[in-house]
């Protein structure tokens, strides 16, 4: 019996397998994972751990504050699997990390300072591609780290600002390929088309901001008081202000917290109005900053204004932050315009042509002027978070 059962079992292996050969690939393999985080956090687990003087390296190189030297490739080099699983990720528009948000404040964003440090890995293997004379090798690089920062996402301000870090980064990598790259019309069309493209989902200060108001007014409850505790006494430095409202969380009741979640949610719904209006800069960078101040103006005499006070971000700042990020890139666009005129007439444009991305700042075009080494693009308007009017200087190689 043993035996014809040994038989009956070999007899269908031998069919499955030869039903295995026969078939399609294509019906022999699972599906690959349709959420990009998934690879992502693949990737996380089988790069290399670098040691802070490679890692430092690394970052340096990404931005382009040191030459690639051997040591920096050979590292790189060992990284191929997370780069590669990363790659792939990028080709996914669908990205779930999978966080626990009913957490609340206390949740956990880990990936976003590891995909951070996974796109200082790619940038840098970038800027060592174009050392090497692939400048759309390069710029392919940069489009990965692009759409990277757009899976960061928008889930809080914290992972919406890296996602804006990200590309900037981008933007001005790009801006030093096309600094070093020949005239190549075909790859400078090619690259006009990649930059306008939007196949992913940009994130959203306002997306942001809503997110933080579910986060903190669902956490602005008694039971939730040790929580709001260790966030404001860690936000100050001990003073008197930091004492006040630490007295009021302590002793405060079941009223106390509701009319400081009426408050906060106040505060929160009129940033969002200020965002919708689709006003120039200058107008909403100050209505969001005056705004911001106005909880420290109250809460002395207004105790509906104590965890506000301690616990909204300073969305001024971001949205000057995203402002400027955006203006680089339409930089960036606009340049690559003006590179393909460079490439089809021999000579730069003597004025900047109508219907290009423009200066957010002011709502108006970049002032465009040749200069010795190629040509400058400058805000009109001026960055009042940094009190200065920015300037983006693009060279054309001899």
């Not at 757009?150 to 001005?172: C, E, N, Q, R, Y």
């Not at 219907?355 to 009042?384: H, I, V």
Request: proline share 4%; charged share 25%.
């Amino acid at each position: 019996m043993k035996t014809a059962i040994t038989k009956k079992l070999t007899k269908f292996t031998g069919v499955i397998l030869t039903l295995l050969i026969l078939t399609s690939p294509v019906f022999a393999y699972r599906p690959d994972p349709d959420n990009a985080a998934l690879l992502y956090y693949q990737a996380y687990i089988s790069y290399e751990k670098a040691d802070d003087t490679m890692e430092e390296m690394v970052a340096d190189l990404s931005k382009g504050n040191i030459e690639p030297n051997e040591r920096i490739k050979k590292y790189i080099e060992s990284c191929r699997t997370a780069i590669d699983l990363a790659t792939a990720a990028t080709e996914i528009p669908n990205c779930n990390w999978g966080l626990k948000y009913s957490d609340g404040i206390s949740l956990q964003l880990s990936h976003v300072a590891q995909t951070r440090k996974l796109v200082f890995l790619i940038a840098a293997e970038a800027r060592i591609i174009a050392a090497e004379g692939d400048y759309r090798g390069a710029i392919n690089r940069c489009l990965t780290v692009h759409t990277m920062g757009k899976h960061v996402g928008d889930d809080t301000p914290i992972s919406f600002l890296v996602s804006t870090s990200i590309d900037k980064m981008v933007a001005s990598h790009i801006q030093d390929i096309l600094a070093d790259m020949p005239e190549d019309l075909e790859t400078l069309t090619w690259l006009k088309a990649k930059l306008a493209e939007v196949p992913f989902k940009t994130p959203s200060l306002r997306v942001a901001m809503r997110s933080e108001k579910e986060f903190f007014s669902s956490e602005m409850q008694v039971d939730k008081r040790d929580k709001l505790l260790a966030l404001c006494s860690g936000s100050g430095d001990g003073g008197d202000l930091e004492k006040m409202a630490i007295k009021r969380l302590t002793e405060g009741d079941e009223a106390f917290f509701a009319k400081n979640r009426d408050y906060y949610i106040k505060h929160m719904n009129y940033f969002d109005e200020i965002l919708e209006s689709s006003k120039p800069y200058n107008d909403v960078y100050s209505r969001l900053k005056q705004w911001s101040e106005k909880p420290d103006k109250e809460i002395t005499e207004n105790s509906a204004a104590t965890l506000t006070t301690f616990l909204l971000p300073a969305f001024g700042n971001i949205y000057s932050i995203d402002i400027r990020t955006k203006t680089i890139c339409n930089a960036v666009r606009t340049a690559v315009e003006i590179y393909i005129i460079k490439a089809k007439t021999g000579k730069l444009p003597d004025t900047l042509p109508i219907g290009l991305p423009g200066d957010l700042f002011s709502g108006k075009d970049f002032k465009y002027e040749k200069t010795a080494n190629g040509f400058t693009l400058r805000c009109q308007g001026k960055d009042l978070l940094k009190n200065e009017t920015h300037q983006y200087e693009f060279k054309v190689k001899k």
